[in-house]
Structures are given as C-alpha cells and as structure tokens.
C-alpha cells in the first residue's frame, strides 16, 4: 500500500504513526490543515537538531527555517502542488536551519491528504 491509498481515517490512528517511525529514523511532521500548528515526530535527538521543544510548531517555524535562497523555490512548489486537487505527493530538497544557525540540507517528502474534493486536510 502506498501513501496514495491511505485515507484520512486510517492516518489519524496512532498504531499508523507508530509503526511509521519504527520503519523510519527520519523526521517527521504532520499539518492539520483546519489549523497552523504542526506536530514533529522523530527521534528526540533529531528534534533537538532543529530546535524544536516538545513536539509543536507553527507552520510559520518553517517558513522562518528555510535558508533565505532556497525559500521561494521551496515555498511555490509546497504552494503549487497543495493547491492542485488531484496533487498527493512533493518532494524537494532545501536547506533547513538547526541550532546554532547550523544549515542542514533536507529532502522533504510531503504526501498530502485531501477530502473528497480535493482540499487538503493534512
């Protein structure tokens, strides 16, 4: 099964997110588009990397993040494809701001969820 076929129910359970981060030392990071928060799931030590206490942002942390040359590429494609209904999957690779203003580069593999019309939900 690929992230396509997962709906918006199936990803709101906790054994999904679990099992998730078993097969996946990555970072990870969830949007609820009904929202701006943005909850962070990883390694503690990859979320220390970054700065990030306790496991929420705002959305408005990575935009702030972003390396100031890689940011309107970065940004327009996120904008692009979230706004495209029949878009599910954007990856881009950008520099991403760590403590101590350490820049690290980051492949970002988004997979959007969309309600049956197409609006993103998360």
Not at 17 to 44: N, P, Q, Y
Not at 51 to 78: C, M, V
């Amino acid at each position: 099964m690929g992230f396509a076929e997962i709906d918006a129910n199936y990803l709101s359970d906790a054994v999904l997110f679990t099992t998730l981060i078993k097969l996946s030392a990555e970072l990870m990071w969830v949007r609820e588009f009904a929202h701006e928060d943005v909850v962070w799931i990883g390694a503690s030590s990859n979320l220390k990397k970054f700065g990030i206490r306790g496991n929420k942002t705002s959305q408005q942390f990575w935009y702030d993040n972003i390396h100031p040359k890689d940011l309107r590429e970065a940004t327009n494609g996120y904008k692009e494809v979230m706004n495209d209904p029949s878009a599910v999957n954007y990856v881009r690779e950008y520099r991403f701001k760590g403590v101590g203003k350490k820049w690290h580069y980051i492949r970002d593999k988004v997979c959007f969820v969309r309600d049956k019309n197409g609006k993103p939900i998360r």
